[in-house]
């Protein structure tokens, strides 16, 4: 994919909604496969479409980019050959010489450094807005101050699937909102209510237990609201305290376990354990890989190598 072509998909990604990391070979210093001026998009399920390196540089831009779409942020990542090179020491992965820069000491790496531009694209959060009094007003008018794409009226379940859907209807067509938002996946659901009238609210909607637990009522934190702006002010906080739940790409990596990246038991490196990523499975257990070389490498002998689990702190 050339780096038009990459352009051409991040506009179509954009126009989608879908968030993705653009990648950018900035400066590429010989012996590497890449050149300056390479780019390719890390999307949230790991893929990575284009060329910015081999194998090994494509894993880190992976880990990296995943780290970057749940933050929001943009970073310089700096890849150097094993043992760094005379003009930056590398550090661990996730660390930072300087703010916005890390390096990653790559052993799999030929030679080269390669210094690539890592750019979080995450559309605005989507808020459906549902009813037309001043709480849904305010809703509408703050939302769209702190630079969220509010949408007030309709159906929620009609256009993209929103990351938030807040009712504030008061007793007018609740069920049927809520009930969609809910079957429609979406991450926060919200219904401006008294905690009584709430309760009855949900106690009446037609779905499982697991789906009307989901439902916040009373909406928002507890900040003492009282006018209608201080009530939307209250949800939003409530939003963005839960930003990694509500604006999480729905495709995004999910181990399960709570776990981050895992570490390649060949070379030590940071492995997203992302589709793409090498994997192989061996007496039960699954293990990954920056690239096919140190799967080959680990299945010719696993014996011979000793993974330290950072995550839980054993070996």
């Known amino acids: 994919m050339t780096t038009a072509h990459v352009l051409r998909r991040a506009g179509a990604l954009r126009d989608a909604g879908t968030p993705f990391v653009l990648a950018t070979v900035v400066r590429a210093q010989s012996p590497t496969s890449a050149r300056a001026g390479d780019s390719a998009l890390v999307l949230p399920d790991g893929t990575l479409e284009g060329f910015v390196g081999g194998a090994c540089a494509e894993s880190t831009v992976r880990v990296e980019g995943l ?17 760094g090179d005379a003009a930056t020491p590398p550090v661990d992965i996730g660390g930072a010489e300087r703010e916005g820069v890390i390096t990653v000491d790559n052993p799999c790496l030929s030679g080269g450094t390669l210094e690539i531009f890592l750019e979080a694209m995450v559309p605005p959060t989507v808020v459906h807005v549902c009813g037309d009094g001043p709480v849904a007003r305010a809703l509408v008018r703050i939302g769209e101050a702190m630079d969220f794409d509010v949408r007030a009226g309709g159906d929620p379940s009609a256009s993209s699937p929103p990351a938030a859907v807040v009712v504030a209807a008061h007793g007018r067509d609740e069920d049927e909102a809520l ?11 919200a219904l401006v209510a008294s905690r009584t009238r709430g309760t009855a609210v949900l106690d009446a909607l037609d779905v499982t237990p697991s789906e009307r637990a ?23 906080a409530e939003m963005v305290a839960g930003r990694e739940r509500v604006a999480r790409p729905p495709a995004a990596v999910d181990h399960g376990d709570g776990a981050g990246p895992a570490v390649d038991p060949v070379c030590g490196m940071a492995v997203a354990r992302a589709a793409a990523d090498p994997s192989a499975v061996v007496d039960g257990r699954t293990w990954w890989f920056c690239g096919p070389g140190c799967r080959r490498a680990f299945l010719d002998d696993p014996a011979r190598f000793t993974v330290v689990d950072l995550a839980a702190g054993r070996s």
Not at 179 to 189: D, K, N, T
Not at 231 to 236: D, H, K
């Open 214 to 236: 989901r439902v916040r009522t009373p909406a928002g934190l507890d900040l003492g609201a009282t006018t209608p702006a201080e009530i939307a002010l209250s949800i939003y």
């Open 179 to 189: 009930v969609a938002a809910l079957r429609a996946g979406v991450p926060y659901v």
């Open 67 to 83: 780290r970057l779409l749940r933050d929001r942020s943009s970073t310089l990542l700096r890849i150097v050959p094993a043992g």
